[in-house]
């Protein structure tokens, strides 16, 4: 856990707050593609393997976002 938060931390804000706004949600035209998955999540119609591969890899700039907020907290107990 150590070296995870040691790595988030010497990931600069700026880096990944433009990942999260490029390939978080690129394409942008008509919709962006996380929220296309996400929907088709919730429908249930999420089913071919690539589109769950598509799902992860937009949703992957937030869950560093994520994980490098929540390491401060982690740490702190």
Do not use: Y
């Not at 998955?37 to 598509?54: C, Q, V």
Request: charged content about 15%; some cysteine; hydrophobic content about 60%.
């Amino acid at each position: 856990m150590q070296s995870l938060a040691n790595l988030l931390d010497q990931l600069p804000w700026s880096l990944v707050i433009i990942a999260c706004l490029t390939l978080g949600l690129a394409p942008f035209v008509p919709e962006p593609h996380i929220w296309e998955k996400l929907k088709m999540l919730m429908a249930g119609t999420l089913a071919r393997p690539i589109d769950i591969f598509d799902l992860l890899m937009h949703a992957a700039p937030f869950l560093v976002a994520a994980l490098k907020l929540a390491s401060p907290l982690m740490l702190a107990k």
